[in-house]
């Protein structure tokens, strides 16, 4: 296993409400990521940090904000969250060994938005 | 745009029925093409990691080619427990993102 916690696993919340996803990674790699995995759309990347205070934005990023205040630590905030963030979220580190790079995936975030 | 698009969507064999899942990509300056193998409840299990048209890598009864507009995975003599949703994704040279295409969802029938 990489190494990747997300918390929680599950979450239930109503419209409105703020809720923040947490993704911890014990391997120090400097780049994780954010994705949100939908029927139909795959797996589609929200945000991305490649380190400490460095973020960008992934190609769904309305309506969500990350930090990252420490390597290992990843944050997903979903400031009022609606019905259409009704998804799976997964954290994703990025191996870097020598010239190899690939994506290690934590278990997963099941959100549902009432 | 990168872009990815796999096919089919859903595929049905019966066990040891060989088969090819398909992956197209558009992308500027491919950095590297990825497989994942998912289980429901769990995340993206990481399989291979092809660079350049022509390459080619294999484990078990997997093996995954290359070329410059698309990638196979084939499924040799497939069991049950090959039965997953395999993804495809492709990561643009200097760009640390990746993108995934929606998935094939194997089922492999004893």
Known sequence: DAGITQSPRHKVTETGTPVTLRCHQTENHRYMYWYRQDPGHGLRLIHYSYGVKDTDKGEVSDGYSVSRSKTEDFLLTLESATSSQTSVYFCAISDTTGSNEKLFFGSGTQLSVL | ?110
């Open chain 2, 1 to 110: 745009e990168d872009q990815v698009t796999q096919s089919p969507e859903a595929l049905r064999l019966q066990e040891g029925e060989s088969s090819s899942l398909n992956c197209s990509y558009t992308v500027s300056g491919l950095r590297g093409l990825f497989w994942y193998r998912q289980d429901p409840g769990k995340g993206p299990e990481f399989l291979f990691t092809l660079y350049s048209a022509g390459e080619e890598k294999e484990k078990e009864r997997l093996k995954a080619t290359l070329t410059k507009k698309e990638s196979f995975l084939h499924i040799t003599a497939p069991k049950p427990e090959d039965s997953a949703t395999y993804l495809c994704a492709v990561q643009a040279r200097n760009f640390n993102k990746f993108y995934f295409g929606s998935g094939t969802k194997l089922n492999v029938k004893p």
